[in-house]
């Protein structure tokens, strides 16, 4: 059971929007940590796509968003293309924990 | 470009410690700016933190793991290294090891470099 909460699966067609929730609680998300996203490709690392709830790092398209508020964050992907396919994953900092937490993974899935 | 590499044994007993280490190579493990990180994923489910380490020789523990983790650096071989003692099945993950560009408590810290991942299984 992960402290973050993710659907399990996402999915839209080429072209189309899509968003991931990312739901946390009183000690990370709720009490103002930042929340970040990952991408993982299948076979691969996860990759930084999102920091400080809404910055891309160099080289991520800007289709690529996130947001936060209150207990939650989201990340939007615009314009979905086939590449977009993979497990996208937020993690926060949690207080009672003292240390970095990760959402459970959402499945993008490109019809 | 910084790179990491992680490397160590695939296959552990059970009872027995799981020995990693990660190489980087692009950068110096010595920075004052950043921190370094062990994260795990077992087969087909989500990422868990380990824990992360300074050059300076701080250590944050993921508390579901705390006595039987630890992590240690060797600046001489621009290396950090993770040991888990008592290993179960539940232990059989992918290991990763990733840089924080900021202090792990910091509230805002995330990973910004990774390695590509090495496959541990906890078997006899």
């Known amino acids: 059971q992960s402290v973050l909460t993710q659907p399990p699966s996402v999915s839209g067609a080429p072209g189309q929007r899509v968003t991931i929730s990312c739901t946390g609680s009183s000690p990370n998300i709720g009490a103002g940590y930042d929340v970040h996203w990952y991408q993982q490709l299948p076979g691969t690392a996860p990759k930084l796509l999102i920091y400080?709830?809404?910055n891309r790092p160099s080289g991520v398209p800007d289709r690529f968003s996130g947001s936060k508020s209150g207990t939650s964050a989201s990340l939007a992907i615009t314009g979905l293309q086939a590449e977009d396919e993979a497990d996208y994953y937020c993690q926060s900092y949690d207080s009672s924990l003292s240390g970095s937490v990760f959402g459970g993974g959402t499945k993008l899935t490109v019809l | 470009q910084l790179q990491l590499q992680e490397s160590g044994p695939g296959l552990v007993k059970p009872s027995e410690t799981l020995s990693l280490t990660c190489t980087v190579s692009g950068g110096s493990i010595s920075s004052s700016t950043y921190y370094w990180a062990w994260i795990r994923q077992p087969p087909g489910k989500g990422l868990e933190w380990i824990g992360s380490?300074?050059?300076?020789?701080?250590?944050y523990y993921n508390p579901s793991l705390k006595g039987r983790v630890t992590i240690s650096v060797d600046t001489s071989k621009n290396h950090f290294s993770l040991r888990l003692s008592s290993v179960t099945a539940a232990d059989t993950a992918m290991y990763y090891c990733?840089?924080?560009?900021?202090?792990?408590?910091?509230?805002?810290?995330?990973?910004?470099?990774w390695g590509q991942g090495t496959l541990v299984t906890v078997s006899s």
């Open positions: 380490m300074f050059y300076g020789g701080s250590t």
């Open positions: 400080g709830n809404n």
């Open positions: 990733a840089r924080h560009p900021s202090p792990p408590s910091s509230g805002w810290s995330y990973f910004d470099y």
